[in-house]
Nanobody, 125 residues
């Protein structure tokens, strides 16, 4: 079974940048649809970005132009580059996959079956 481990979270000032990483084991060689979700207390899980095995990406509206999802096949890593961070981006960020080539038409948490433990991002104003 695929396991996902996130890293790279931390505390930054508004306007700052962070890059999150997600390591998958065993090596999935970018075969699967991958995504990042986030969750903060009192709010539902929110899809942030998704990448298909083809490389096609999709983003939640509030992060478009600020966040970039990418993969490094050689290192078997999924990334989320975040810039222009805002206090409302504060959340636990979770790496997810559905162990399938197919990506859903939108970031629906119900179709992603494998979740990492998450990494905390805190943005102060």
């Amino acid at each position: 079974e695929v396991q996902l481990v996130e890293s790279g979270g931390g505390s930054v000032q508004a306007g700052g940048s962070l890059t999150l990483s997600c390591a998958a084991s065993p090596n999935i060689n970018s075969k699967y649809c991958m995504a990042w979700f986030r969750q903060s207390p009192g709010r539902e899980r929110e899809g942030v970005a998704m990448i298909a095995p083809s490389g096609k990406t999709d983003y939640e509206d509030s992060v478009k132009g600020r966040f970039t999802i990418s993969q490094d096949n050689a290192k078997n890593l999924l990334y989320l580059q975040m810039s222009g961070l805002k206090p409302e981006d504060t959340a636990t960020y979770l790496c997810v996959t559905r162990a399938s080539l197919w990506c859903p038409p939108y970031l629906d948490p119900r179709v992603f079956t494998i979740w990492g433990q998450g990494t905390q991002v805190t943005v102060s104003s």
